[in-house]
């Protein structure tokens, strides 16, 4: 995920609507791709022209994702973040479908071990939940932990839940 050369604020997004089994989601893209996926509607702090045209690809995957159609995403992300919070967020994406890490382990694998707490603030600030998939960082212990989306921990148990049986059907 290179850094942005554009002024966000001077870009156009787009956003469009997308009804999901936890809930309606928002989603808001740019020019370089997705920017961010929102439970509910867009905050007011982000400014977005209403475009099924621009955002159609993004609707489309994220609509077989939901129908257990889709293990991986394939367009390209365009989230805002700090050097390390992309990195995190770059080794979030890489973890396969249905599968989980600790949050040591993805803190081992941006090559800082003892940042397992930084990893969880990056964790929480994921401006693209479900696509960067912050559902799949658990606890060391195996435990769900916290999840800012809608619903908390409920809606994370769900997303695992629907990625689990999505696996399972592709291996058959």
Not at 30 to 49: C, I, N
Not at 98 to 127: F, H, L, Q, W
């Amino acid at each position: 995920m290179p850094a942005s050369k554009t002024d966000p604020v001077a870009e156009t997004l787009y956003s469009a609507a997308v009804d999901t089994p936890v809930g309606p989601m928002t989603l808001v893209v740019s020019s370089r791709g997705l920017r961010s996926l929102h439970f509910g509607a867009l905050p007011a702090t982000v400014t977005a022209v209403a475009s099924d045209r621009n955002t159609a690809p993004w609707r489309r995957q994220l609509q077989e994702y939901f129908a257990g159609k889709r293990l991986h995403f394939t367009l390209p992300v365009d989230p805002l973040g700090t050097a390390f919070q992309k990195q995190v967020w770059s080794v979030m994406m890489d973890i396969p479908c249905g599968e989980t890490r600790s949050y040591g382990e993805i803190a081992r694998a941006v090559g800082r071990p003892g940042a397992a707490r930084a990893v969880g603030m990056a964790n929480k600030r994921n401006p693209i939940p479900v696509v960067i998939p912050c559902h799949r960082i658990i606890g060391a212990d195996g435990s769900l932990t916290g999840y800012s989306g809608h619903n908390g921990l409920t809606t994370k148990q769900a997303l695992l839940d629907l990625e689990r049986a999505a696996v399972t059907r592709a291996a058959r």
